[in-house]
């Protein structure tokens, strides 16, 4: 199992450019979630998903959209970057709300 | 809306000295969980409390979920180099949203 894989990696983006992440995991979880990491900020939730079709806001989803057209992947969007949306970007799934959530690897984003 | 608070932010201990992190949130919880993660890396999950006053550990590790589950503590009895990495904590409340609010950790140094 490959677990919870996020890409690309690393990515720079100008400002207004717009790109998506991609975020796949392969337990079967019904729960997919995405968060930012900022120094000193911990991790705050931008958007999640409880199962195929659905979506919800997180804490911060102001500039991002999210879609879950299959129960293995969730992706991000940023529309038009700004460089306030420069951080980490986790994707995470659990088998449900008060399991545990394992985290994919992070994407790094830059926005100049 | 609902904080988690950790302290401190950084510690730096000697290989061998005790570690200790705390969690405060300004509701009650209905579960925390404790999350490590590597510098570079991910967050991992480690442990869920979910009763009051409820303690469990994890080898070196002590977690403890307070009487009024509002807080919490991680303490790490004679720290090795491998305990690198910054604790977070979560917690999930019981009214309002349902959602993993994550603390803002605590990056642990252990110097040889």
């Known amino acids: 199992n490959a677990g919870v894989t996020q890409t690309p990696k690393f990515r720079v983006l100008k400002t207004g450019q717009s790109m998506t992440l991609l975020c796949a995991q392969d337990?079967?979880?019904?729960?997919m979630y995405w968060y930012r990491q900022d120094p000193g900020m911990g991790l705050r939730l931008i958007h999640y998903?409880?199962?195929?079709?659905?979506?919800a806001k997180g804490e911060v989803p102001d500039g991002y959209n999210v879609s879950r057209l299959k129960k293995q992947n969730f992706l991000l969007g940023l529309e038009s970057a700004a460089p306030s949306q420069t951080s980490v970007y986790f994707c995470?799934?659990?088998?449900?709300?008060?399991?545990?959530?394992?985290f994919g690897p992070g994407t790094r984003l830059t926005v100049t | 809306g609902q904080q988690v608070m950790q302290i401190p932010q950084y510690q730096h201990v000697q290989e061998g000295e005790d570690f200790t992190t705390y969690c405060n949130s300004s509701?009650?919880?209905?579960?925390i969980q404790w999350y490590k993660q590597r510098p570079g890396g991910h967050p991992v999950f480690l442990i869920q409390l979910v009763k009051s006053g409820e303690v469990k550990k994890q080898k070196r590790l002590t977690f403890q979920f307070g009487e009024a589950k509002k807080n919490s503590s991680l303490h790490i009895t004679a720290t090795q180099t491998t305990d690198v990495g910054t604790y977070f904590c979560?917690?999930?409340?019981?009214?309002?949203?349902?959602?993993?609010?994550f603390g803002t950790g605590t990056r642990l140094t252990v110097i040889p």
């Open positions: 998903s409880v199962g195929e079709g659905t979506t």
């Open positions: 337990m079967n979880h019904e729960y």
């Open positions: 509701t009650t919880l209905s579960n």
């Open positions: 979560a917690g999930r409340s019981q009214t309002g949203a349902n959602n993993l609010f």
């Open positions: 995470a799934s659990s088998y449900s709300n008060s399991y545990e959530q394992y």
